[in-house]
């Protein structure tokens, strides 16, 4: 059975950085397809970032050049650096995974992830 767990949410300043972290058991970690996603209140959940078993990123536009997406295989787990963080970026970001490769980015865009992670909150506040 999968397990996505969250980690490393919290309050942070306009500007400043938080690192999440997605620790999986249940899955054969090194060959999935990872993810995070986010959901700002009132908003419906978006995209934010992938990485393939063979660790090529992608991003969404509104991330690019902020966030940095990284995993360790040997500890089954997956991180999302998050710099110069917005009031915009305030959310409740989720890890999820997928068997398919990074072939099937269009549609982890548009319709997520088989498995995912019960979130962690995010707040962008001065």
């Known amino acids: 059975q999968a397990q996505l767990v969250e980690s490393g949410g919290g309050l942070v300043q306009p500007g400043g950085s938080l690192r999440l972290s997605c620790t999986a058991s249940?899955?054969?970690?090194?060959?999935?397809?990872m993810g995070w996603y986010r959901q700002a209140p009132g908003k419906e959940r978006e995209y934010v970032a992938s990485?393939?078993?063979?660790?090529?990123?992608k991003f969404a536009d509104s991330v690019k050049g902020r966030f940095t997406i990284s995993r360790d295989n040997a500890k089954n787990t997956m991180y999302l650096q998050m710099n110069s963080l917005k009031p915009e970026d305030t959310a409740v970001y989720y890890c999820?995974?997928?068997?398919?490769?990074?072939?099937?980015?269009?549609?982890?865009?548009?319709?997520?992830?088989?498995?995912w992670g019960k979130g962690t909150l995010v707040t962008v506040s001065s």
């Open positions: 999820a995974a997928d068997p398919r490769t990074g072939l099937y980015e269009s549609r982890f865009r548009v319709r997520g992830m088989d498995y």
């Open positions: 249940g899955i054969s970690f090194s060959f999935y397809t």
């Open positions: 990485i393939t078993a063979d660790k090529r990123p």
